[in-house]
T-cell receptor, first 114, second 113 residues
Framework: AQSVTQPDIHITVSEGASLELRCNYS??????LFWYVQSPGQGLQLLLK??????LVQGIKGFEAEFKRSQSSFNLRKPSVHWSDAAEYFC????????????FGAGTRLAVHP | DADVTQTPRNRITKTGKRIMLECSQT?????MYWYRQDPGLGLRLIYY???????NKGEISDGYSVSRQAQAKFSLSLESAIPNQTALYFC????????????FGSGTRLTVV
């Protein structure tokens, strides 16, 4: 069955520290992979996406993610976290080409300490 | 104006009442989706529509129905609301093209008492 696992429900980091949010997926074919961010009271905003090619993808707000096929992972990273990055982050997977229903992980809530 | 607009933003309703959540979009996208978000469960797909004549059930469609009135409008109905339908509901759209990301509305927070 297709699924997305985000092992960390909550993460707390200090402002200026580096960040890595984990995402593992189970998918029968080559997937399309996404990270979304949800700020309080807001909808979800696309941070970045991976379709093919370079396995390290850059997104908005200084985020990047690395696709590792051998580990079925697509972890999100940021070298230096800002207080405004406090939000909930969702990893999602969808089929390559064709119909694109996304399957979302349960989310990781990020808190940033000053 | 937002690309994807959901109304209402918040709603409190009583058990057994019928309620409709509305979604309209100005993106020109053919594909529209309804998800619900529950703490610790992420987003789960309720219904989706790839065009006006195409409606499909998602993983949690029981107790819900939808109507695609036009390319730009996709409504979600709860025929007889129950408390475990209390959740945050999101509408999203996507394009058939190379940009497979969704555009989300701001959500409707529904409370069933």
């Amino acid at each position: 069955a297709q699924s997305v696992t985000q092992p960390d429900i909550h993460i707390t980091v200090s402002e200026g520290a580096s960040l890595e949010l984990r995402c593992n997926y189970s998918y029968g074919a080559t997937p399309y992979l996404f990270w979304y961010v949800q700020s309080p009271g807001q909808g979800l905003q696309l941070l970045l996406k991976y379709f093919s090619g370079d396995t390290l993808v850059q997104g908005i707000k200084g985020f990047e993610a690395e696709f590792k096929r051998s580990q079925s992972s697509f972890n999100l990273r940021k070298p230096s976290v800002h207080w405004s990055d406090a939000a909930e982050y969702f990893c999602a997977v969808g089929p390559s080409g064709g119909y694109n229903k996304l399957i979302f992980g349960a989310g990781t809530r990020l808190a940033v300490h000053p | 104006d937002a690309d994807v607009t959901q109304t209402p933003r918040n709603r409190i309703t009583k058990t057994g009442k019928r309620i409709m959540l509305e979604c309209s979009q100005t993106k020109g996208h053919d594909r529209m989706y309804w998800y619900r978000q529950d703490p610790g469960l992420g987003l789960r797909l309720i219904y989706y529509s790839f065009d006006v004549k195409d409606i499909n059930k998602g993983e949690i469609s029981d107790g819900y129905s939808v109507s695609r009135q036009a390319q730009a409008k996709f409504s979600l109905s709860l025929e007889s609301a129950i408390p475990n339908q209390t959740a945050l509901y999101f509408c999203a759209t996507s394009d058939l093209g190379t940009n497979y990301g969704y555009t989300f509305g701001s959500g409707t927070r529904l409370t069933v008492v």
